[in-house]
């Protein structure tokens, strides 16, 4: 009996002694974010009121079936006794950390010298499962004859497209019309055909990731609106209309100034008319009125002799029926 109680006490103050040193607080709020090929688990820090060294973390992981190990250096990442809050598991590059179609499991505490906090436990998670998928990268679109051509990147590179893949869905719509949803489709770059010239188009591009029969949907890019061009037979009926109208213009005008002319033909002749000049002789004696005018007159001429081709002399006799006409 004496040896039983010495054991229960020895028991008793073997727990007292892993209890004191366990007297730190657990890290609070841990959470994993999975935004396309990120793997980043974050923690609210402990913070203790006497504490003169600064509390550091330990993050630990595993596989289903497997045994906990400490995140190192032998993934790319180092999560041991740092002081940093949180553990990015991609940090070295984005095909570091995790297999995305693993089971993984994490658990994190908080460790000062020899004390340490309880072990907090996170739930399993598996990239493809959990993953929040993002809009498709470095969309380019170009605005064609009657249509857009959008061409972009995947959100993120997979490793093995055996495993899993991306289709893509394009939402647009004429400006203030109906959205419309065209695809799925597996290539990176689109074509939207038969599209009415010279309007307005609005877009978004999405992902959806497909792994193991299930569908992640990803969020939608930015809107981004681009005007159509025309195609050719919209071109050629443009030109033709060109042409009609103007034909149609010209011979409109032709004939209202036909019709104008018409109507005012004799105020365009009085503008048009060439106003009565004043004889050179008048206007130098107007010069020099102690010219006389006569003399102003004659000036410059030169006496003629009177040429006739011919003369026909006319006489009417007073009593005789016939009229005598003799010519020289």
Request: charged fraction near 20%; glycine fraction near 4%.
């Amino acid at each position: 009996q004496q040896t039983l109680v010495t054991y229960q006490e020895w028991c008793n103050d073997s727990a007292a002694i892993h209890d004191s040193l366990s007297q730190l607080p657990a890290p609070q709020q841990p959470r994993i974010r999975l935004y396309n090929e990120e793997q980043v688990l974050s923690w609210e820090p402990v913070t203790l009121s006497n504490g003169t060294r600064p509390v550091v973390y330990r993050v630990q992981f595993k596989y289903s079936g497997d045994e906990w190990l400490t995140v190192d250096t032998s993934i790319g990442v180092n999560c041991t006794q740092i002081t940093a809050t949180e553990c990015d598991f991609t940090a070295a590059s984005p095909s570091a950390g995790f297999p995305m179609d693993f089971n993984v499991t994490l658990r994190l505490r908080a460790e000062l010298g020899a004390l340490h906090s309880a072990w907090v436990t996170m739930p399993w998670f598996q990239h493809y499962r959990n993953v929040t998928v993002g809009p498709p990268k470095n969309i380019e679109v170009t605005p064609g004859e009657g249509s857009l051509i959008i061409r972009f990147s995947s959100p993120f590179d997979i490793p093995h497209t055996s495993t899993a893949c991306f289709w893509y869905y394009v939402h647009y719509w004429e400006e203030a019309g109906v959205q419309k949803v065209k695809g799925p489709f597996r290539s990176n770059s689109i074509s939207l055909d038969n599209l009415k010239p010279f309007r307005v188009y609005c877009l978004q591009v999405q992902a959806q990731l497909l792994w193991n029969k299930s569908n992640v949907n990803g969020h939608l890019s930015n809107t981004s609106c681009y005007k159509i061009m025309a195609d050719a037979s919209t071109k050629l009926q443009q030109d033709i209309l060109i042409s009609v109208g103007t034909l149609s213009l010209m011979s409109v005008l032709a004939g209202a100034c036909f019709f104008l002319v018409l109507k005012y033909r004799g105020l365009i002749k009085y503008w048009f008319h060439t106003p009565p000049s004043i004889p050179l002789q008048i206007e130098e004696y107007l010069k020099d009125p102690a010219q006389p005018i006569l003399d102003a007159l004659d000036k410059d001429s030169s006496p003629k002799d009177d040429v006739w081709d011919s003369v026909s002399i006319i006489s009417f006799p007073e009593k005789g029926p016939e009229d005598v006409l003799q010519t020289h």
